[in-house]
């Protein structure tokens, strides 16, 4: 059963791994990754995710720093739904209406698609303006933007 877990997996990633040059050998190693602080932050970079300190803090909030139920369940480290109208890297939408993914990297993956469609046609240079444009269609929590602030390296 875990070799066919394994095997979709693989096969899954290479179907939907177009965000770099990657190599049938990174896309195995991907099933190695563990998560943790350091390769969350490379992942987010390698996958050239736009404003990445922002979306590095927002993973730390959304997943609990690693510990929340979406995120142990669902490898979910962003709270993001099962998207109904984009292209995602989600398997399927769990529970909770959660989206759920084959392994943590694929959470990353899929926030570079949202960011794709949610930026499109946007003039969002700077990091404020992205916290504010996060404010207004990310998080129901009107203080969102104010918790992932405490997350963000001082400057």
Partial sequence: MKFKI????????????????RTLYDDMNFLCKRISPSNLYQEILESDVKFPEVVFAQALLESGNFTSNVFKEENNLFGMKYPRRRKTTSLE???????????????????????NQTLRN??????SEYLKHLGRVYAEDKNYVKKLKGFLPRT
């Fill in 93 to 115: 939408e769990g529970d909770t209406g959660y989206a759920n993914y084959v392994h943590w990297t694929h959470s990353v993956y899929d926030y570079k698609l949202w960011q």
């Fill in 122 to 127: 946007k003039e969002i240079k700077t990091q």
């Fill in 6 to 21: 394994i095997l979709v997996t693989v096969i899954l990633t290479l179907i939907t791994n177009n965000f770099s040059n």
